[in-house]
């Protein structure tokens, strides 16, 4: 993680996650490959939505979850998405789906 000054707070930083690796070894999937891009407006690339719920439905922490509450609040990902993931990230995905549903 790159912090800003000597002063600079974790919370803060800008933090370099590697594609194709596990940021923590008992993470449950390798975070995407760099081709899962897509081009915006002609100047850069952008991860692909089905890439990022991957990363935060493996990441998993209260923040991860928090987006995806907001990602399925705005009709972006809903059931629809638990066939398109291994396993272990669809049972995450459907635990967050049930608890929006209660």
Not at 3 to 31: C, F, K, M, Q, S
Not at 46 to 71: E, G, P
Request: zero cysteines; aromatic letters at 4%; a negative charge.
């Amino acid at each position: 993680m790159f912090l800003d000054g000597p002063d600079g707070r974790p919370r803060d930083a800008v933090h370099l996650i590697y594609a194709n690796e596990l940021v923590r070894p008992t993470e449950l999937d390798v975070n995407p490959d760099v081709t899962e891009v897509e081009i915006a407006e002609d100047a850069y690339r952008v991860l692909t939505l089905s890439a990022i719920v991957r990363i935060k439905l493996t990441a998993f922490r209260r923040k991860d979850q928090t987006h995806l509450d907001d990602l399925i609040e705005v009709g972006l990902v809903d059931e629809s998405w638990l066939t398109r993931l291994p396993k272990p990230l669809a049972d995450r995905l459907q635990g967050l789906l049930e608890t929006r549903g209660s």
